[in-house]
Nanobody, 120 residues
């Protein structure tokens, strides 16, 4: 599986962004898909995951603000991020692996990152 993330950018605090991750490969449906992020000087951390049937899980800081979704027909997953905060600033990475994929060790495939910057 190859993953291509897009949709990052610069946004003011309180604003919104939607990240997309397009996957190639016939095994897309067998993977949970998700997002991790890495801020400067920090370790890469779990953000959100969604499985084939739409079941989702989020890190606590993302609950109520971020929504993961997927379009299996398009082999694409999305992360809608609302009420963004400066502490959300990071490089966001798309990932694929077995559920629950909430730790880096569970990730089978990584995409290239997309930068998200939230200004005060």
């Amino acid at each position: 599986v190859q993953l291509q993330a897009s949709g990052g950018g610069l946004v003011q605090a309180g604003g919104s962004l939607r990240l997309s991750c397009a996957a190639s490969g016939r095994t897309f449906s067998s993977y949970a898909m998700g997002w991790f992020r890495q801020a400067d000087g920090k370790e890469r951390e779990f953000v959100a995951v969604i499985n084939w049937s739409g079941r989702t899980a989020y890190t606590d800081s993302a609950k109520g603000r971020f929504t993961a979704s997927r379009d299996n027909a398009k082999n694409t997953v999305y992360l809608q991020m609302n009420s963004l905060k400066p502490e959300d600033t990071a490089v966001y990475y798309c990932a694929a692996g077995p559920w629950p994929m909430n730790r880096r060790i569970l990730v089978n495939h990584w995409g290239h990152g997309t930068h998200v910057t939230v200004s005060r």
